[in-house]
């Protein structure tokens, strides 16, 4: 497809679990992102890819959470030993260099 | 005081009628001034991008940016139903391929 692609599309996990969520960039973005969208809220910015650069961290909330870029497309955002205020939809958006941002349509993650 | 303020609504109106959407943010550096919208269960998508102060019109949409004030608004004339939607501000002190600041956004609909 030409789009942001997200998966799982819905995750649900015990508390005290990891889970990964991918996001497959459109094809050719030099630039990736990651948000999350609690319920009711806006869009909280946690994670910034560009090209070759040292990725922009400043919003991942705790060590818990990583995020790695492998040759430059695919991005896997990982969520070590998951607490309940983890639960929110986990957007993946990519962009070329100075153009729009491209969303997916999310990963809502269920914490139990 | 948020970086960002958006009243979340809910905002009801006929279709037909003009509808105004508005932002305000505290921080000077914001250069770049987007609004989103976004469908339940859906990715949000760019509907305006603009950079100075001042309007930028689309078809139905209007976009206007008021600097000195820090607020920016906009408009949707001749709603219709499918316009229902969240619409969230945006906010970069850099470009729209960067770290983006979203507001919380408001939810539109626009009753037949």
């Known amino acids: 497809g030409a789009g942001v692609s997200q998966s799982p599309s819905n995750k649900v996990t015990e508390k005290g679990k990891d889970v990964e969520l991918r996001c497959d960039p459109i094809s050719g973005h030099t630039a990736l992102y990651w948000y999350r969208q609690s319920l009711g809220q806006g869009l909280e910015f946690l994670i910034y890819?560009?090209?070759?650069?040292?990725?922009?961290k400043s919003g991942l909330p705790s060590d818990r959470f990583s995020a790695e870029r492998t040759g430059g497309s695919v991005s896997t955002l990982t969520i070590q030993r998951t607490q309940q205020e983890d639960s929110a939809v986990y957007l993946c958006a990519s962009s070329s260099d100075l153009g729009a941002q491209h969303f997916g349509d999310g990963t809502r993650l269920s914490i139990l | 005081q948020k970086e960002v303020e958006q009243d979340p609504g809910p905002l009801s109106v006929p279709e037909g009628a003009i509808v105004s959407l508005n932002c305000t943010y505290s921080n000077s550096a914001f250069q770049y001034f987007m609004w989103y919208r976004q469908y339940s269960r859906k990715g949000p998508e760019l509907l305006m991008y603009t950079y100075s102060s001042g309007n930028k019109e689309d078809g139905r949409f209007t976009a206007q940016v008021d600097k000195s004030s820090k607020y920016i608004s906009l408009f949707i004339r001749d709603s219709q139903p499918s316009d229902s939607a969240t619409y969230l501000c945006?906010?970069?002190?850099?470009?729209?391929?960067?770290?983006?600041?979203f507001g919380s956004g408001t939810r539109l609909s626009i009753r037949p």
């Open positions: 890819f560009q090209g070759n650069s040292a990725p922009d």
């Open positions: 945006a906010f970069s002190p850099y470009s729209s391929a960067s770290k983006i600041i």
